[in-house]
């Protein structure tokens, strides 16, 4: 059998990310808007954006778009404008706001005593089959980062067996965001010569040699034994800490000019040690957090310890808010991902845990706790180190000032998980004989109509990795179509037939707009870089003088940014049969952050927004959300016939 091609071989075959014609965004643009506005409104907003297309000033802004696409090695977006604007750029903390997280499912020898309670477990203890379950993923994770190395993780393919960008996957490990003054940057080092894990145990951290040298220059991958007696081997090592590090970590959850200022501090203080420490904690494969405490493992509890961290020492506690990824596993077993979202996307980092999930911990299964005299460490055979930083009174005020912070960000969020398990994507294909994801996007239109009587500008992820170094477009799931749906769907004066039509077109408008948007086709970012290079247009007038042009209307009329206020920022995974949720913050205080897995039987809703008086808590949105999907299953039903019963 002829061996797939190698990771990144196909790289050289991919296109160029496609600039849109002026003509497609705008039209594109206008037609998104007609559902927000009145007649009136949108006549006014039509004469705006033809006196654009007619001006040298747009005209002007292409070319020199152009120019930027001809000069940039890769993609215009990425290369120039988009991961600053996207995520570096942005001051708020990352905890909720930026991070996103994954749920892991029970292990297939999880000790039942561990998950009895809600999973609730004493404090201040570490459990030995968290330990057992840790070890595994570290070295299930290790391998996967090995398969990437060697390319041979298999190039993802579309139909008509046309490659897909795999850069994402090189940005996966020993990636960090790291704080700068306005401006965040993304430090990465060769995952091909980095040897440690950074390990988080009750708030101090520690770097772990995972590779151990046979011979000279060959370093072979640790045991999952080795690995597990090296975290028994921290764990001694903490439990018997007589002078333990202030709880720096929590200065990673706070704002991100505050965080690079109490950085530059941490660093001009002690420059030698601290430097020395943080490379290597930002040039660490990924960290791990063990967590000697458990919030419980229903679904609002366990998405606020992935969200904010270990909950028995404080919010922001026990994490690396920055580091592209970290595996968490509690005292009671359970495990998630929290990720960084800058350098890759959820989807991609998504697979790895997939993959540290396929095999269950091997080996007897244990629930009992580790006690500190009751395990021996084995130093001479463990590679580690604990990173000491010193503190003074200014450091301690940072820290105390990130803790305020990350205490308000958390109370401020409420996020759940809804598993919904009455059908899935087998039913709406057989019976709803709609689009899966299209389906869901308008059960999620309807409950936000239901609840707040009138709809609202829609994001939805598009991958655009057909593209070199693609990564994301918007889908304007808000359509004319969308809108005739929700408002019609409750209207007793319409059929059973007529409201099924109205399913019917809002759904293909959906797709429609999906495949125009995955073809690098959206008018969103292409509105976006052209609105930034507006801001700095220059001219030469009659007298020779270079002046700044003034921004054209159609970046300052106000639907412009109404449109983009998502209240609903929505975006689809995988089926994630061993996920059990996932799920980023809103991105609008008076909004809803909503990402959901969409498997044959089953659908789960990750969902996060605030305690505000705009937005109901979570748990009334799934109360709506689920008799949405009964409705929408009993019209089907009633117009098509229960053909199926899955």
Request: hydrophobic share 40%; with cysteine; glycine share 6%.
């Amino acid at each position: 059998m002829p061996s797939s091609p190698a990771t990144f071989s196909l790289q050289h075959t991919l296109p160029k990310l496609p600039v849109p014609s002026l003509e497609e965004s705008c039209a594109l643009y206008l037609k998104s808007l007609i559902p927000l506005q009145t007649k009136e409104e949108h006549e006014k907003t039509r004469s705006i954006v033809a006196d654009f297309l007619a001006s040298d000033l747009s005209k002007s802004l292409q070319q020199r778009l152009v120019d930027i696409d001809h000069a940039s090695p890769t993609n215009w977006l990425e290369d120039n404008f988009w991961l600053k604007k996207a995520y570096l750029e942005w001051r708020e903390p990352l905890m909720v706001n930026s991070n996103w997280y994954i749920l892991g499912q029970v292990d297939a020898g999880h000790p039942k005593q561990l998950i009895a309670n809600n999973g609730v477990q004493p404090k201040g203890l570490f459990s030995q089959f968290q330990v057992q379950r840790a070890a595994h993923m570290i070295r299930r994770g290790l391998e996967y980062k090995e398969i990437i190395d060697r390319e041979e993780l298999p190039v993802d393919m579309m139909r008509g067996n046309k490659a897909l960008c795999m850069w994402q996957y090189s940005r996966i490990f020993s990636v960090t965001r790291v704080p700068l003054h306005h401006c965040d940057t993304l430090v990465q080092a060769n995952a091909k010569e980095i040897r440690h894990i950074a390990v988080l145990l009750r708030d101090q951290v520690y770097t772990l040699n995972v590779y151990k040298e046979v011979e000279k220059n060959v370093w072979i991958l640790l045991t999952t034994e080795e690995i597990e007696n090296a975290l028994l081997t921290l764990i001694g090592h903490v439990e018997k800490l007589s002078e333990a590090n202030v709880p720096l970590s929590v200065l990673t959850s706070w704002q991100r000019d505050n965080w690079a200022v109490a950085r530059n501090h941490l660093l001009a203080m002690e420059p030698t040690l601290h430097r020395s420490n943080l490379d290597k904690i930002e040039t660490a494969l990924f960290a791990v957090a063990l967590d000697d405490y458990s919030n419980g493992i229903d679904n609002a509890s366990w998405t606020k310890t992935m969200f904010c961290g270990h909950q028995g020492l404080g919010n922001g506690h026990n994490r690396w808010f920055d580091k592209s990824f970290t595996l968490v596993v509690e005292n009671n077993g359970m495990c998630g991902f929290s990720g960084e979202h800058s350098p890759v996307d959820a989807l991609t980092v998504s697979y790895i845990f997939d993959y540290m999930l396929q095999v269950p911990t091997p080996g007897e299964k244990s629930h009992a706790f580790i006690h500190p005299s009751s395990h021996v460490t084995h130093h001479d055979q463990v590679v580690f180190e604990h990173l000491k930083f010193k503190t003074d009174a200014k450091l301690n005020h940072f820290i105390a000032e990130a803790q305020i912070t990350a205490d308000a960000t958390a109370a401020l969020s409420d996020s759940n998980v809804l598993v919904f398990k009455d059908y899935g994507t087998n039913w709406i294909k057989k019976t709803g004989r709609v689009p899966p994801d299209a389906f869901y996007q308008m059960v999620l239109q309807l409950a936000y109509y239901r609840i707040h009587q009138t709809v609202t500008p829609t994001y939805e992820t598009a991958a655009t990795r057909k593209y070199l170094r693609g990564r994301t477009e918007t889908i304007r799931t808000l359509s004319v179509d969308s809108k005739a749906l929700v408002e019609g769907f409750d209207n007793d004066q319409l059929g059973d037939a007529e409201k099924y039509q109205l399913l019917v077109k809002a759904t293909s408008a959906h797709r429609e707009y999906t495949a125009i948007a995955s073809d690098g086709h959206g008018c969103d970012r292409h509105l976006l870089v052209l609105r930034l290079l507006n801001a700095d247009h220059q001219v030469l007038t009659d007298q020779g003088e270079l002046v700044q042009v003034p921004m054209h209307p159609i970046f300052t009329d106000p639907i412009h940014g109404q449109s983009q206020v998502w209240r609903l920022s929505t975006s689809g995974l995988h089926a994630g049969i061993r996920l059990m949720g996932t799920g980023f913050g809103t991105v609008y205080p008076d909004g809803y952050g909503i990402n959901y897995m969409a498997a044959p039987t089953l659908v789960k809703f990750g969902i996060e927004s605030k305690n505000v008086p705009e937005t109901v808590s979570t748990e009334k949105l799934m109360e709506v959300m689920q008799g949405v999907l009964l409705d929408l299953k009993s019209l089907c039903e009633r117009v098509n016939g229960n053909v199926s019963k899955l």
